[in-house]
Structures are given as C-alpha cells and as structure tokens.
C-alpha cells in the first residue's frame, strides 16, 4: 500500500504548471473563449513540444505509453488552469479507445493517428448516440463515434457540425449529423461494448479530475479575496460566516483527491470494481467544484457577479464539466448498484 | 502508488480475523455482548476482554515490543482496526488513554513513567480518562482555572496540590487515573504557565459525580479536586509547558489516531444491509433514501482512502499538520449521515426501544454520533482552524 505519486509524475504537473502560469493566464483563456475555435492552435503545438500530447500514445507509435496516473495530475492542472484545449478528448479518451479496439484490423489507424496525435498534428474527440452534443466537434481532425453501439472512425468532411454552444466557452460542443458505412466501422457492437465501458469510466475519472483542478482554483481565488478585501474595517475572511464557507468547501475538495486518485490506479490496473471506482471519483469531484462555485461566488459578492471578473471562467467550467458524462445523482446510482451487487456476492 | 496490500500484511490481517472469530464475545460462544461499558459491571467486563487482547499482543499493535505491542506500522494499525470493527468486538476501554494519552507519554514522558504506565494502560489494569474542560473552559480550552500550587523544596522531590474542577470526562465514572492541564503559573498569558498531570482518581481529595448522558448512562462525569497532592513524577512534560504538551494529544485524537476508518466502513457496510433488506420489504419508500444511502457509503469509503494517503505521507516523513482538523469534520459529519439515513430508512420503527428500554444499534449509534461534532473540538473550532492555518484566512 503507497498511496501516492511517483516523483516523474509530479515533476510533470509541475512542468505543465509552469507552462498555463505563462502561456494560460486568465487572459488566454477568455481569448481562447472568443476566438472562432475556442482553443489556440498554438498553444497545442507547445504542448506537443512539451510531450503532453504523446502521453498515452505507445513508445512504437512516438509516444511514453503511459496510463491514466501519469495523466490525472495533468488533467487537474488543466482545470486548475482553464486550458482551453481538448486534452482530455484527445489524449484522455481517444487515443486509449483506439489503443482498446480488438484486432489487427485497427492497427492500421494506430499506425496513422497516432504518431501524428504525439506531434500535435492531429485532434481527436470521442461522441456517443446518447449525447446531446459532441465537444471539440469542430476542431477536431477525427472524430470516433458511437452509433447503435458500434464504433466508427468518421472524418470532418464526412459530417455536418449544428454548433450547440456551451456555457464554457472552451468546450465548443456540436450535434454531429452523419452517416455510418462499411468504411467508418471500426468494431461491431459486440467488440465495442467493452471498449465503450472503459471509456465511460476514463471520462469520469478524467473529467473528475478536471474537476478537482476547477475547484481548487476557485477555492484559491476566494480564499485571496476574502483576505484582501475590507469591510467593517476588517478582512472580511476574518469572519466566522465566510470562513466557514470556505473551510468547509475545501473539505470537500481534499476528500475527493484521493477518490479521484483511486479510480485513476484503478484504470491502470484492471481493478475489478473500477468502474464504481470511477463513478465515485465523478460524483464526488463534482459536488466539490459545484460547491466551491457556490461559495467562491457567495464570498466574492457582486463583484464575482460580473462578465469582467475571471472568477465566471471557472464556475462556468465546474457547472459544464459537473454534467458531462454524467451527474453526480446518476454516478452515485451506479456507485449504490455497484455496492449492492459486491455485498450480495458473484452469482 | 500501489494500492495493494503485501503479503506479510495480508498475512497480519488473517492472523487478527482468526483471533477475534475466536475470541470476539459474542451470543454464538455464550460469552456476549458484553453488558454497557457505562456500568460497573460492564467496566469489569471489558477490562477482562482488554487483559486477553493484551495477552495476545493485540491490544497495542503499534507500541514498541518492550511494552506491549509488536512494534508494527501504521498500515498494520490499520489492518488491525478494519478487522476489529469487522468482527463488531467490544468498545476499547482503554481507548482515552490508548490513544490520547499514550502519544503523548511516548513523546513527552521519562523512560520511568513509560515504563510505569504504558504496560498497564495498555492491559486496562489501568483505565485513563481525561481532564480538560471545565465548566467554563471548553471550546476555549486555554481558560481553564483549575489550579496547581507548588509545595516543598524546588526541583526534585517536591510535590503539587490540585484544585478545580472538571468536566465531561468521559470513562470518568470508573476510570482509575485521570491526565490533565492545571494553571501553575496564574500571572502567565493565557496559552502558558499550565502543566500537564497524571492523577490517580482514588487519591485523597478527588470526588467523582457521574453525569448521565443522552441515552440515559454515565458515560462521563464532573471531577472535583480539592487539595489533591500529586508527586513531581507524575508531571508529563515540563512545568509550564502543559499547553503544548496538550496539543500533542489534541493532535491525535484530532488526526489519525482515534478515528480509523474502520467504524465508519463497518457501519456503512450495515447501511448497505438495511438498505438491500428494506428495499425487498417495501422498494418505493426505500428508493426515497437511494441517494443518501450512496452518499453515505461514498463518504465513510472517502474517509478510508484519505487515511490511506495520509498515512503513506507519514511513512513519508510528513507530520499531520492541521489537516487533521478536516478528517475530524469528515468523519463526523460521516457518522452523523450513516445513522440518520439507517433511522430513516428504518421508519416508524427508528424510534422504538428494546425490550430492556434500551435504543438498539441505529438508534444507540445515532446518539453516539451526535457527540462527534461536539467532542475533541467543536466543529466550528475546526473550521477556523482550516480556515485560518490550511487557508491561510486572517485571524478573527
């Protein structure tokens, strides 16, 4: 039992901090929020020089090899700093589907996509049936996506983009119309349906940990607050009403990191009950960034009410990332199903 | 990070399931449960089932071999708690003066009062309880008034004589000796000039009135000193430096010490239980708790995980710093969530007694909840104390 993260993968996060505290201000991100595509080219390109984008792709194909514990602490910097770009699309979730497909049928497309994914050369996003609207539709270089439970490997030019545009201005969803064939099957339903299992539960993790990013930028930028301003010639964080809030706020934060860090272990190690594992990082991760959005509102009062303050990036971020891929209502159902059959036993 | 056990600690656990199936008091053997640890006969009883647990050198896994323990790790205490609370075995008696008192004798006592007291406490031959608020001094622990004034020659051996009052001490009503803080020094500012003492309770002076708590049992009790001479070797700690001696204790019942997660799991695990059972009796008014029940679960699991992570930053070298005060709001607010859900899920029959007047386990549970909030610092001390020294907020 350790419970804790190797120094590479700390060293990393501190790496990629270092990079959003010059190249992702507050600023870029409301930049990246009003440009056409929501996320900077550029800055993607940086990534890639940094070996951000090669993270999960394998050694043979350009990249590290590496699993969901040497992402998750990026992914949380990623919220931390509202980077705008789709990492957790890409690099969280589609190059492990593809990674998951069955056969040699899909080696082919590895061997395509995923060295160019390593260099930045190429942006893939993930979509099911079910949802509403596909984020990163329309930068995105291919999209895989779900159709009557199988996969399909679809290019831009093969479909119609009907924009839906989010609350969070980096996520630039969109209804995808398009029309599955021969050619963009990539696996039946049969082999997709583990394949899309696992993605299901690297999307709560992942966006979990977004969430915990979000959140605890939130918690900082209140806490700041609280400090600096003045009423009643006082700090207004010396009062009990605000510190409470706030102590109570980063409760929840810190008890759901090692939820989060759990599924991520999990994820990597074929734990047999990762998918509970994954919906509890989920559900808890978004009851903290909900909460902190409530009370680093509450604390900054009409101020953080404004277009003009940055505190809005990140509530907007914790309210559209708390709903992907997932409520924290639905995950904790799956989380009590999930107990219930491990009490009852196999069989 | 691995969250796997080793073999050696898979082979701990199997060891201590195997001793308490075959020794945990029970209706099964005809040797159980126990009668109410707040009763003098229920006092005796559990000092029987500490006694046999120390003989097994269970009953302080983690102390050094020469007193007691097996000289184990963190991880291996808690192992040893999951199966304890696992197998539903009898409250620690001793549990005051395990610990909250012993971490403080391990970092602050002579070689002599470790030896004198460690081996006994952990045998429950000698139960502790503890002496810190009084009637006037709670949340704001540091305005205690209970006194201690110097008597004989300076230096070695001297005495002290001890008066005030205590409160809300719990195990008070049979407990054998008590730790406390008396003001030495009445000119000092606040936080100093008190020191720390061990007090056998059938000294002259001391008088004990039970106080009876919400479920009706003397659970603590006020503690009167009147002219009570203490010898100096049973000062722990330096004179005057009692508040922080103090803290170190508070440090531990506030941390990792005291609340492993273990009760929480367990009690969660009979939640699921209830839940599962109360769903095949009656599944539309057991769905209206669905949530709470996941919620619940969710949490006292969360708690377990982040013990696991602190204690792997422990063997790392890093202390418990005032995180300690965010796992008490936890697993406090934790406990309270478990037993109220069970209450609700159990309906019209939550409030029922049994057949001896007594409130059964929800109910007895639910009660005891109530106090965690309250006890080893209010919650609301512990959210300025986040607030001000995690945060980094101005003081009030």
């Known amino acids: 039992m350790r419970f804790a993260f190797e120094d590479r993968q700390v060293e990393f996060r501190d790496q990629l901090r270092s990079f959003t505290e010059k190249e992702c201000t507050a600023a870029e991100v409301r930049a990246a929020w009003d440009s056409e595509l929501g996320w900077s080219p550029d800055r993607w390109a940086a990534m890639a020089e940094l070996g951000l984008l090669g993270l999960t792709v394998p050694e043979d194909l350009g990249g590290f090899g590496f699993g969901f514990l040497d992402l998750v602490l990026l992914l949380e910097e990623a919220g931390r700093s509202g ?13 492990p589907l593809l990674l998951d497909l069955p056969g040699p049928e899909a080696d082919g497309l590895r061997a395509e996509v995923l060295p160019r994914v390593a260099i930045g050369e190429s942006v893939l996003t993930v979509g099911l049936s079910s949802m509403v609207a596909v984020p990163a539709a329309a930068g995105a270089d291919l999209l895989l996506l779900e159709d009557a439970g ?46 899309l299992a696992r993605l299901a539960d690297r999307a709560a993790v992942g966006t979990g940990a977004l969430l915990l990013g979000v959140a605890d930028r939130l918690i900082a930028s209140a806490a700041a607050y609280a400090t600096d301003r003045h009423q009643f010639g006082v700090p207004i964080g010396s009062f009990q009403a605000v510190k409470h809030q706030l102590a109570d706020a980063l409760v929840r934060l810190e008890f759901a990191r090692p939820v989060v860090y759990r599924a991520a272990w999990s994820l990597d190690s074929a734990e047999p009950a990762v998918s509970r594992h994954a919906s509890m990082a989920k559900a808890y991760a978004a009851e903290a960034a909900l909460g902190a959005a409530r009370t680093a509102l509450q604390v900054h009062g009409a101020i953080g009410y404004t277009w003009e303050h940055d505190l809005q990036l990140w509530m907007k971020k914790a309210w559209a990332l708390s709903t992907a891929w997932g409520d924290a209502a639905d995950h904790r159902a799956r989380v009590l199903e999930a107990l219930l059959a491990e009490a009852a036993g196999p069989g | 990070m691995d969250l796997r056990f080793t073999p050696e600690q898979d082979a701990f656990r199997a060891e201590v399931r195997a001793w308490l199936e075959a020794n945990v008091p029970s209706e099964a053997k005809g040797t159980g449960p126990l009668p109410s640890l707040d009763t003098a006969e229920g006092f005796a009883a559990h000092r029987v089932w500490e006694q046999a647990m120390f003989d097994a050198r269970l009953s302080v896994v983690s102390w050094p071999e020469e007193f007691g323990g097996r000289g184990a790790g963190l991880l291996e205490w ?11 075995a009898p409250t620690r008696v001793g549990q005051n003066g395990i610990f909250l008192l012993a971490p403080t004798i391990f970092e602050f006592g002579t070689p002599e009062q470790q030896a004198r007291y460690l081996p006994a406490m ?56 008590c730790f406390g803080l008396f003001r030495t020094d009445p000119t000092a ?70 609340r492993s997660p273990a009760r929480f799991t367990e009690a969660a695990g009979r939640l699921l239980a209830l839940y599962a059972e109360q769903a095949l009796l009656d599944p539309v008014a057991a769905g209206r708790s669905a949530d709470a029940v996941a919620r619940a679960a969710m949490d006292a699991e969360a708690y377990q995980l982040n013990t696991y992570w ?57 009660l005891f909840a109530l106090a965690g909030p309250i006890y080893a610092g209010t919650n609301e001390i512990q959210r300025n104390v986040v607030a001000e020294r995690v945060l980094g907020l101005p003081r009030s």
């Open chain 2, 122 to 177: 952990a045998s429950a031959r000698e139960v502790w309880c503890q002496g810190w608020s009084e009637p006037d001094a709670g949340s704001d622990l540091a305005g205690i008034r209970s006194r201690a004034t110097r008597k004989g020659p300076e230096g070695e051996g001297g005495s002290w004589v001890l008066s005030g009052q205590k409160t809300w001490a719990s195990r008070g009503a049979f407990a054998d000796w």
């Open chain 1, 83 to 95: 980077l705008p770009e789709p990492l957790l699309e890409t690099v969280g979730l589609a190059v």
């Open chain 2, 310 to 366: 602190t204690v792997t930053r422990v063997l790392g070298g890093t202390p418990v710093g005032p995180e300690a005060s965010m796992n008490k709001l936890h697993w406090s607010e934790t406990d309270l969530a478990i037993h109220r859900c069970a209450l609700d899920l159990l309906g019209p029959e939550a409030e029922l007694l049994d057949a001896d007047g007594r409130p059964g386990p929800w109910l007895d549970g639910f």
């Open chain 2, 189 to 258: 500012e606040r936080h100093r000039g008190m020191t720390y003492f061990l007090i056998p309770m059938d000294a002259p002076g001391v008088t004990v009135r039970p106080i009876a708590q919400l479920d009706g049992e003397t659970g603590f009790a006020e503690i009167f000193f009147e002219d009570v001479e203490v010898p100096d070797d049973q000062v722990l700690g330096e004179v005057g430096k009692g508040w922080s001696v103090a803290m170190a204790t508070t440090n531990s019942e506030r941390g990792l010490s005291l």
């Open chain 1, 150 to 195: 199988e996969l399909h490997a679809v290019a831009p030019a093969e479909t119609r983009l009907i924009p839906r545009p989010s609350i969070d201005g980096a996520r630039r969803p969109a209804r995808v119309d398009w029309d599955p064939t021969p050619d963009t099957l990539l696996a039946s339903a049969a082999e997709s349906a583990p394949v």
């Open chain 2, 78 to 88: 808690l192992i040893f708690e999951e199966e304890y609370y696992r197998a539903q």
